[in-house]
Protein backbone atom coordinates (compact mmCIF):
# COMPACT_ATOMS: atom_id res chain seq x y z
CA UNK A 1 0.00 0.00 0.00
CA UNK A 2 1.25 3.04 -0.80
CA UNK A 3 2.29 5.83 1.66
CA UNK A 4 0.62 9.08 2.19
CA UNK A 5 2.55 12.32 0.69
CA UNK A 6 3.72 14.97 3.19
CA UNK A 7 3.58 18.24 2.73
CA UNK A 8 5.04 21.04 4.85
CA UNK A 9 3.38 23.49 6.23
CA UNK A 10 2.88 26.68 3.54
CA UNK A 11 5.52 28.76 5.93
CA UNK A 12 8.31 28.04 9.13
CA UNK A 13 5.80 30.72 10.75
CA UNK A 14 2.92 28.94 10.83
CA UNK A 15 0.72 28.75 13.74
CA UNK A 16 1.10 24.91 14.32
CA UNK A 17 4.85 25.57 14.32
CA UNK A 18 4.87 28.43 16.39
CA UNK A 19 2.23 27.17 19.06
CA UNK A 20 3.31 23.43 18.93
CA UNK A 21 7.33 24.04 18.88
CA UNK A 22 9.23 27.25 18.99
CA UNK A 23 7.14 28.43 22.07
CA UNK A 24 7.33 24.61 23.85
CA UNK A 25 11.16 24.48 23.23
CA UNK A 26 11.99 27.98 24.58
CA UNK A 27 9.99 27.91 27.63
CA UNK A 28 11.94 24.12 28.18
CA UNK A 29 15.09 25.78 27.51
CA UNK A 30 14.31 28.91 29.60
CA UNK A 31 13.06 27.13 32.25
CA UNK A 32 16.02 24.60 32.53
CA UNK A 33 18.40 27.91 32.87
CA UNK A 34 16.64 29.49 35.75
CA UNK A 35 16.36 25.82 37.70
CA UNK A 36 19.51 23.94 36.79
CA UNK A 37 22.23 25.40 34.69
CA UNK A 38 23.52 22.12 34.45
CA UNK A 39 21.33 20.72 32.68
CA UNK A 40 20.86 23.59 29.84
CA UNK A 41 22.70 20.99 27.23
CA UNK A 42 20.49 18.25 27.61
CA UNK A 43 17.32 20.44 27.41
CA UNK A 44 18.07 21.82 24.49
CA UNK A 45 19.06 18.51 22.70
CA UNK A 46 15.85 17.28 24.19
CA UNK A 47 13.84 20.41 22.59
CA UNK A 48 15.64 19.84 19.17
CA UNK A 49 14.74 16.28 18.86
CA UNK A 50 11.14 16.85 20.28
CA UNK A 51 10.54 19.81 17.95
CA UNK A 52 12.20 17.60 15.31
CA UNK A 53 9.58 15.23 15.56
CA UNK A 54 6.80 17.44 16.06
CA UNK A 55 7.64 19.10 13.07
CA UNK A 56 7.53 16.00 10.94
CA UNK A 57 4.40 15.31 12.58
CA UNK A 58 2.76 18.51 11.66
CA UNK A 59 3.30 18.35 8.23
CA UNK A 60 0.30 18.22 5.92
CA UNK A 61 -0.88 14.28 4.34
CA UNK A 62 -1.99 13.57 1.27
CA UNK A 63 -4.76 11.00 1.76
CA UNK A 64 -6.16 10.73 -1.66
CA UNK A 65 -5.05 7.40 -3.76
CA UNK A 66 -5.60 7.37 -7.36
CA UNK A 67 -6.33 3.40 -7.49
CA UNK A 68 -7.77 2.81 -4.47
CA UNK A 69 -11.40 3.46 -2.91
CA UNK A 70 -11.36 4.90 0.78
CA UNK A 71 -13.93 5.66 3.14
CA UNK A 72 -14.56 9.18 4.29
CA UNK A 73 -16.91 9.72 7.14
CA UNK A 74 -19.79 12.56 6.81
CA UNK A 75 -18.90 15.12 9.83
CA UNK A 76 -21.49 18.25 9.20
CA UNK A 77 -23.96 18.61 6.30
CA UNK A 78 -25.22 22.35 6.02
CA UNK A 79 -28.83 22.40 4.02
CA UNK A 80 -28.65 25.48 1.39
CA UNK A 81 -32.41 24.79 -0.01
CA UNK A 82 -34.47 21.55 -0.31
CA UNK A 83 -32.56 19.82 -2.79
CA UNK A 84 -29.14 21.70 -2.01
CA UNK A 85 -26.73 20.60 0.74
CA UNK A 86 -22.86 20.77 1.42
CA UNK A 87 -21.62 18.04 2.59
CA UNK A 88 -18.29 17.76 4.89
CA UNK A 89 -16.01 15.01 4.77
CA UNK A 90 -13.56 14.23 7.95
CA UNK A 91 -10.29 13.41 6.26
CA UNK A 92 -8.41 10.55 8.95
CA UNK A 93 -6.34 13.55 11.20
CA UNK A 94 -6.86 17.46 11.12
CA UNK A 95 -3.37 18.05 9.80
CA UNK A 96 -4.50 15.57 6.83
CA UNK A 97 -5.46 17.48 3.01
CA UNK A 98 -6.89 15.81 0.37
CA UNK A 99 -4.02 16.21 -2.15
CA UNK A 100 -6.31 17.56 -5.21
CA UNK A 101 -4.87 19.58 -7.69
CA UNK A 102 -6.58 22.64 -9.02
CA UNK A 103 -8.15 21.52 -12.19
CA UNK A 104 -9.01 17.84 -11.13
CA UNK A 105 -11.86 16.23 -9.20
CA UNK A 106 -12.89 13.30 -7.08
CA UNK A 107 -14.43 9.81 -7.95
CA UNK A 108 -17.46 8.97 -5.66
CA UNK A 109 -18.92 5.35 -5.31
CA UNK A 110 -21.63 3.71 -3.81
CA UNK A 111 -23.74 0.26 -4.31
CA UNK A 112 -27.42 1.68 -4.78
CA UNK A 113 -30.35 -0.66 -4.44
CA UNK A 114 -31.51 -1.60 -7.77
CA UNK A 115 -28.47 -0.89 -9.74
CA UNK A 116 -26.70 -3.94 -11.62
CA UNK A 117 -23.34 -2.74 -10.42
CA UNK A 118 -21.63 -0.09 -7.79
CA UNK A 119 -22.04 3.73 -9.29
CA UNK A 120 -19.37 6.01 -9.52
CA UNK A 121 -19.72 9.92 -10.32
CA UNK A 122 -17.17 12.81 -10.34
CA UNK A 123 -17.45 15.68 -7.95
CA UNK A 124 -14.84 18.70 -7.65
CA UNK A 125 -14.83 19.92 -3.88
CA UNK A 126 -15.67 23.56 -3.05
CA UNK A 127 -12.65 23.02 -0.71
CA UNK A 128 -9.13 23.20 -1.33
CA UNK A 129 -6.02 21.87 0.18
CA UNK A 130 -6.10 25.13 2.18
CA UNK A 131 -8.46 23.81 4.09
CA UNK A 132 -6.76 20.96 6.26
CA UNK A 133 -8.94 17.96 7.80
CA UNK A 134 -11.92 18.08 5.55
CA UNK A 135 -13.63 18.27 2.17
CA UNK A 136 -16.49 20.29 1.14
CA UNK A 137 -19.01 18.61 -1.66
CA UNK A 138 -22.16 20.93 -3.05
CA UNK A 139 -24.31 18.52 -3.96
CA UNK A 140 -28.04 19.16 -5.30
CA UNK A 141 -30.07 15.68 -5.16
CA UNK A 142 -32.23 14.97 -8.83
CA UNK A 143 -35.64 13.10 -7.88
CA UNK A 144 -34.03 10.64 -10.80
CA UNK A 145 -30.27 10.66 -9.55
CA UNK A 146 -28.38 8.07 -7.85
CA UNK A 147 -25.25 9.15 -5.78
CA UNK A 148 -26.85 12.59 -5.02
CA UNK A 149 -29.91 10.92 -3.63
CA UNK A 150 -28.13 8.60 -2.18
CA UNK A 151 -25.93 11.36 -0.44
CA UNK A 152 -29.11 13.43 0.86
CA UNK A 153 -29.77 9.71 2.85
CA UNK A 154 -26.16 9.77 4.37
CA UNK A 155 -26.54 10.55 8.40
CA UNK A 156 -23.53 11.65 10.28
CA UNK A 157 -20.96 9.27 10.99
CA UNK A 158 -21.76 7.38 7.75
CA UNK A 159 -19.32 7.00 5.03
CA UNK A 160 -18.97 7.26 1.39
CA UNK A 161 -16.02 6.00 -0.63
CA UNK A 162 -14.10 7.97 -2.39
CA UNK A 163 -10.50 7.71 -5.02
CA UNK A 164 -8.57 10.50 -7.17
CA UNK A 165 -7.51 12.72 -8.50
CA UNK A 166 -8.69 12.28 -12.02
CA UNK A 167 -9.08 14.98 -14.64
CA UNK A 168 -6.88 16.06 -17.55
CA UNK A 169 -6.06 19.21 -16.66
CA UNK A 170 -3.84 20.46 -13.68
CA UNK A 171 -4.60 24.50 -13.41
CA UNK A 172 -1.22 26.27 -12.84
CA UNK A 173 -0.93 30.27 -12.42
CA UNK A 174 -0.90 32.17 -15.85
CA UNK A 175 -1.02 29.27 -18.19
CA UNK A 176 -3.71 31.27 -19.62
CA UNK A 177 -4.37 35.56 -19.99
CA UNK A 178 -7.85 35.53 -19.54
CA UNK A 179 -10.46 32.21 -18.27
CA UNK A 180 -14.06 32.87 -19.99
CA UNK A 181 -15.99 30.51 -18.00
CA UNK A 182 -19.70 29.43 -18.78
CA UNK A 183 -21.54 27.64 -15.78
CA UNK A 184 -24.70 26.04 -15.88
CA UNK A 185 -25.90 25.13 -11.86
CA UNK A 186 -23.97 23.29 -9.87
CA UNK A 187 -21.58 23.43 -12.89
CA UNK A 188 -20.07 26.10 -10.88
CA UNK A 189 -18.06 24.47 -9.18
CA UNK A 190 -15.21 23.06 -10.79
CA UNK A 191 -15.07 26.57 -12.08
CA UNK A 192 -15.19 28.80 -8.29
CA UNK A 193 -11.91 25.58 -7.65
CA UNK A 194 -9.83 27.81 -9.76
CA UNK A 195 -11.21 31.11 -9.50
CA UNK A 196 -10.36 30.65 -6.02
CA UNK A 197 -7.10 29.19 -6.69
CA UNK A 198 -6.45 32.60 -8.98
CA UNK A 199 -7.24 34.92 -6.40
CA UNK A 200 -5.00 33.42 -3.99
CA UNK A 201 -2.30 33.56 -6.22
CA UNK A 202 -2.20 36.82 -6.65
CA UNK A 203 0.56 39.14 -6.57
CA UNK A 204 -0.81 40.85 -3.33
CA UNK A 205 -0.98 37.48 -1.43
CA UNK A 206 2.53 36.82 -2.30
CA UNK A 207 1.97 35.03 -5.31
CA UNK A 208 2.38 35.44 -9.38
CA UNK A 209 -1.08 34.82 -10.81
CA UNK A 210 -2.33 37.74 -13.16
CA UNK A 211 -5.03 35.69 -14.65
CA UNK A 212 -8.32 37.53 -16.10
CA UNK A 213 -11.42 35.81 -15.40
CA UNK A 214 -14.90 36.48 -16.72
CA UNK A 215 -17.56 34.02 -15.67
CA UNK A 216 -21.26 33.92 -16.84
CA UNK A 217 -23.53 31.88 -14.76
CA UNK A 218 -26.70 30.62 -15.71
CA UNK A 219 -29.43 29.53 -13.79
CA UNK A 220 -33.60 28.97 -14.14
CA UNK A 221 -34.56 31.52 -10.87
CA UNK A 222 -32.64 33.90 -8.62
CA UNK A 223 -33.14 31.30 -5.78
CA UNK A 224 -31.14 29.11 -7.69
CA UNK A 225 -28.11 30.92 -7.84
CA UNK A 226 -25.49 28.35 -6.00
CA UNK A 227 -23.17 30.50 -3.45
CA UNK A 228 -23.68 33.77 -5.11
CA UNK A 229 -22.50 35.05 -1.70
CA UNK A 230 -18.92 33.46 -2.08
CA UNK A 231 -18.94 34.65 -6.07
CA UNK A 232 -20.33 38.50 -5.36
CA UNK A 233 -17.11 38.63 -2.67
CA UNK A 234 -14.68 37.00 -4.87
CA UNK A 235 -15.62 39.67 -7.43
CA UNK A 236 -15.86 42.38 -5.17
CA UNK A 237 -12.40 41.58 -3.45
CA UNK A 238 -10.67 41.03 -7.38
CA UNK A 239 -11.37 43.32 -10.01
CA UNK A 240 -9.33 40.94 -12.47
CA UNK A 241 -12.47 38.37 -11.50
CA UNK A 242 -15.80 39.48 -12.90
CA UNK A 243 -19.14 37.42 -12.73
CA UNK A 244 -22.45 37.95 -14.92
CA UNK A 245 -25.70 36.20 -13.81
CA UNK A 246 -27.92 35.11 -16.37
CA UNK A 247 -31.91 34.06 -15.42
CA UNK A 248 -34.56 32.10 -17.47
CA UNK A 249 -37.08 33.80 -14.90
CA UNK A 250 -35.60 37.09 -13.24
CA UNK A 251 -37.21 38.65 -10.62
CA UNK A 252 -38.52 42.47 -11.27
CA UNK A 253 -36.23 44.69 -11.17
CA UNK A 254 -32.97 42.13 -12.48
CA UNK A 255 -30.49 44.10 -13.96
CA UNK A 256 -28.83 40.69 -15.02
CA UNK A 257 -29.04 38.73 -17.77
CA UNK A 258 -31.91 37.50 -19.29
CA UNK A 259 -33.37 34.16 -21.39
CA UNK A 260 -30.52 32.21 -22.53
CA UNK A 261 -26.87 32.81 -22.66
CA UNK A 262 -26.30 33.64 -26.25
CA UNK A 263 -23.10 34.32 -28.42
CA UNK A 264 -23.86 38.20 -28.08
CA UNK A 265 -23.68 37.69 -24.11
CA UNK A 266 -20.45 35.79 -24.47
CA UNK A 267 -19.15 38.26 -27.08
CA UNK A 268 -19.78 41.31 -24.91
CA UNK A 269 -18.48 39.62 -21.81
CA UNK A 270 -15.39 37.37 -22.68
CA UNK A 271 -12.01 38.77 -24.26
CA UNK A 272 -11.79 37.76 -28.50
CA UNK A 273 -10.56 34.46 -29.70
CA UNK A 274 -6.63 34.45 -28.91
CA UNK A 275 -4.27 32.02 -28.66
CA UNK A 276 -3.92 32.75 -24.64
CA UNK A 277 -7.50 32.74 -24.54
CA UNK A 278 -9.24 29.35 -22.89
CA UNK A 279 -12.74 28.62 -22.69
CA UNK A 280 -14.19 26.77 -20.16
CA UNK A 281 -17.97 24.92 -20.07
CA UNK A 282 -19.47 23.21 -17.13
CA UNK A 283 -23.43 22.40 -16.86
CA UNK A 284 -26.44 19.86 -17.84
CA UNK A 285 -25.13 18.49 -21.21
CA UNK A 286 -28.06 20.19 -23.41
CA UNK A 287 -26.79 23.57 -22.07
CA UNK A 288 -23.13 22.65 -22.96
CA UNK A 289 -24.15 21.76 -26.48
CA UNK A 290 -25.78 25.10 -27.19
CA UNK A 291 -22.51 26.68 -25.88
CA UNK A 292 -20.05 24.92 -27.74
CA UNK A 293 -21.51 25.86 -30.83
CA UNK A 294 -21.98 29.84 -29.73
CA UNK A 295 -18.31 29.56 -28.94
CA UNK A 296 -17.54 27.87 -32.10
CA UNK A 297 -19.60 30.29 -33.62
CA UNK A 298 -17.81 33.07 -32.28
CA UNK A 299 -13.98 31.79 -33.77
CA UNK A 300 -12.44 30.60 -30.33
CA UNK A 301 -10.11 27.45 -31.42
CA UNK A 302 -10.84 24.11 -30.33
CA UNK A 303 -7.88 22.42 -28.36
CA UNK A 304 -5.15 20.61 -30.21
CA UNK A 305 -3.81 17.42 -29.19
CA UNK A 306 -1.90 17.97 -25.95
CA UNK A 307 -2.67 21.16 -25.78
CA UNK A 308 -4.20 23.03 -23.07
CA UNK A 309 -5.54 25.83 -25.06
CA UNK A 310 -8.67 26.32 -26.47
CA UNK A 311 -11.97 25.51 -25.34
CA UNK A 312 -13.11 23.33 -23.02
CA UNK A 313 -16.42 21.48 -22.04
CA UNK A 314 -16.92 20.42 -19.30
CA UNK A 315 -20.26 18.57 -18.72
CA UNK A 316 -22.16 15.98 -16.05
CA UNK A 317 -20.20 13.40 -17.53
CA UNK A 318 -16.89 14.37 -18.64
CA UNK A 319 -15.35 17.55 -16.67
CA UNK A 320 -13.37 19.54 -14.32
CA UNK A 321 -14.86 17.94 -11.63
CA UNK A 322 -19.04 18.38 -11.73
CA UNK A 323 -20.78 15.11 -12.71
CA UNK A 324 -24.28 13.77 -13.68
CA UNK A 325 -26.23 12.82 -10.45
Given amino acids: MATPHKVKPASLLSPQYVNGIYIPSFLLVVGCAIVKKDWLLYAAALAAVLGGYKMYSNQARKVLKPNEYQNFELQEKTVISHNVAIYRFKLPNPTDILGLPIGQHISVAATIAGQPKEVVRSYTPISSDEDPGHFDLLLKSYPTGNISKHMATLKIGQTVKVKGPKGAMVYTPNMVRHFGMIAGGTGITPM ?17 DKTEVDLIFANVDFADILLREDLDALAEEDPSFRVHYVLNNPPEK ?50 RPNSKIGIMSVTYEDKLGLSRP
Fill in 192 to 208: LQIIRAIIRGRPRNGGV
Fill in 254 to 303: WTGGMGFVTADMIKQYFPAPAMDIKILICGPPPMVSAMKKAVDSLGYEKP
